[in-house]
């Protein structure tokens, strides 16, 4: 089984800083089948990242994603007040079929 | 553009039964492999199965494997999914996603809906 582990699992940010969260997978993940999603309160997930570094239609160019074989990287350039929010990675394709990262919240500091 | 929205939620005694839907549109539902996806409150994300664009195939998490049915009606643009044996750990947010088939991200998701499990 693939677990996905992100890190850090809480970041307090200020708006217009960086932010780099992380998640690393216990067995190497095909690039192509690592995705990030944002969730805010009450919210369904939003898809922002796919095949770990293409960003999704509608995002902004602040979101990137990097990263390859059992470590991966969302970073957002300069954070807006809407960013805040929690973060999820996903891959697809191990055992079982889709695994989720516990995720990382991104809180205003 | 793009909706999904699922129905069907509510409250259940452990051991009882709930059928969910999903209704689909703004896209081509018959092109589209579908999954659902679940989240515990306050918890992570939890996916819970997938079928393919022709219900041909399906997969199913360990946790819900044998007690849970996904199924689809491409003439309704609809997808379920029958919740058999319920327990308390299955109480949850229930999310019908959309999928990309070749590489599996989810694009789209509805708004959600809440099963709870309790006597």
């Known amino acids: 089984e693939i677990v996905l582990t992100q890190s850090p699992g809480t970041l307090s940010l200020s708006p217009g800083e960086r932010a780099t969260l992380s998640c690393r997978a216990s067995q190497s993940v095909t690039s192509s089948y690592l995705a990030w999603y944002q969730q805010k309160p009450g919210q369904a997930p939003r898809l922002l990242i796919y095949?770990?570094?293409s960003r999704a239609t509608g995002i902004p160019d602040r979101f990137s994603g990097s990263g390859s074989g059992t470590d991966f990287t969302l970073t957002i350039s300069r954070l807006e007040p809407e960013d805040f929010a929690v973060y999820y990675c996903q891959q697809y394709g191990g055992s079982p079929q889709y695994t989720f990262g516990q995720g990382t919240k991104l809180e205003i500091k | 553009q793009v909706q999904l929205v699922e129905s069907g939620g509510g409250l259940v005694k452990p051991g009882g039964s709930l059928r969910l839907s999903c209704a689909a549109s703004?896209?081509?539902?018959?092109?589209?492999?579908m999954t659902w996806i679940r989240q515990a409150p306050g918890k992570g994300l939890e996916w819970i199965s997938y079928i393919s664009s022709s219900s041909s195939y399906t997969n199913y998490a360990d946790s819900v494997r044998g007690r849970f049915s996904v199924s689809r009606d491409n003439a309704k643009n609809s997808l379920y999914l029958q919740m058999n044996s319920l327990r308390a750990e299955d109480a949850a947010v229930y999310y019908c996603?959309?999928?990309?088939?070749?590489?599996?991200?989810?694009?789209?998701w509805g708004q959600g809906t809440l099963v709870t499990v309790s006597s």
């Open positions: 095949g770990a570094s």
């Open positions: 703004g896209f081509t539902f018959s092109d589209y492999y």
């Open positions: 996603a959309r999928r990309i088939t070749a590489t599996g991200q989810i694009d789209y």
